[in-house]
């Protein structure tokens, strides 16, 4: 049997992960307007509530790593804290977003609950280093490339600045090109050093494999979920907007906000199965 992490994580003094109640991040893959991110805070707030999870609403103030350089990335990081402050403010949810610079730690988490580093960066050492030393919770994904084994040394970086509210993502592994799959293994491996959230749309990403541009197979999310939840995770990073194929960035993997409620449901009856 593996151990579990040492201890659970503090995101706000109302939301702990790693105890009973499961963690819910969702919200649209950039920051493409205030109206649209409205829209999917005010909706994924009820139906978390509806379906029992703690709710953290995500977006990104810039995609770094789109596979093409005209693609949209967003409207950088001034203009995308305003708008995460006003949901914030408005919808009384805690926020989380990508940072992909040691610089940016600082700013973003004057404003965030979460900062987020992305796969590709899981080992960049200042970087953790730097959201570690904000003292917010830091959500760290592991690379496509890495083993599940060694983002032990992630989180120990991220500690060594005093910071223990380190969370580790699943979101798949590089299998041949454009495609990922996921290693059920990783989840419990994972869970030794930090509570684990399994990221259900980012899993059937299929990275660069439309054409200057990411695709992906949003069919296949439910599945990857479900069994997620039967092998055991502390919450669900589920990217969601109401017309996915009009999204600016990671469309095809996203759920559409519309079926959100039947699978937090499915997924919570899950859990509760085990």
Do not use: W
Request: charged share 20%; hydrophobic share 45%; aromatic share 6%.
């Amino acid at each position: 049997m593996f151990k579990q992490f040492s201890a659970p994580v503090t995101i706000t003094p109302n939301i702990i992960v790693g105890e009973s109640k499961p963690l819910l991040i969702a919200g649209p893959c950039v920051i493409e307007s205030l109206e649209l991110c409205r829209e999917v805070a005010a909706t994924m707030q009820k139906v978390a509530d509806k379906t029992g999870y703690n709710y953290i609403f995500k977006a990104s103030f810039d995609k770094a790593n789109r596979t093409a350089g005209g693609s949209f990335r967003g409207d950088g990081i001034e203009q995308g804290l305003q708008i995460l402050q006003q949901i914030k403010a408005e919808f009384q949810v805690p926020v989380l977003t990508d940072i992909h610079l040691p610089e940016q730690a600082a700013i973003a988490a004057g404003v965030v609950d979460v900062l987020q580093i992305p796969a590709f960066l899981c080992r960049q050492t200042d970087l953790l280093v730097a959201a570690g030393k904000t003292g917010i919770a830091v959500n760290v994904k592991k690379g496509q490339f890495m083993a599940p084994e060694d983002m032990a040394y992630a989180v120990e970086k991220v500690a060594a600045t005093g910071n223990n509210n380190v969370l580790l993502t699943e979101r798949g592994a590089s299998f041949g090109y454009h495609n990922l799959v996921v290693d059920m293994r990783s989840l419990p491996i994972m869970r030794q050093f930090a509570p684990v959230i399994f990221d259900v749309t980012h899993s059937v990403q299929m990275p660069g494999g439309a054409g200057g541009k990411s695709g992906g197979k949003r069919e296949f999310a439910p599945y990857l979920a479900k069994a997620a939840a039967a092998v055991g995770v502390d919450g669900f990073f589920i990217e969601t907007h109401p017309n996915p194929e009009v999204a600016l960035s990671d469309g095809p993997n996203m759920v559409p906000l519309a079926e959100m409620e039947a699978l937090l449901a499915t997924l919570m009856r899950v859990r509760q199965a085990i």
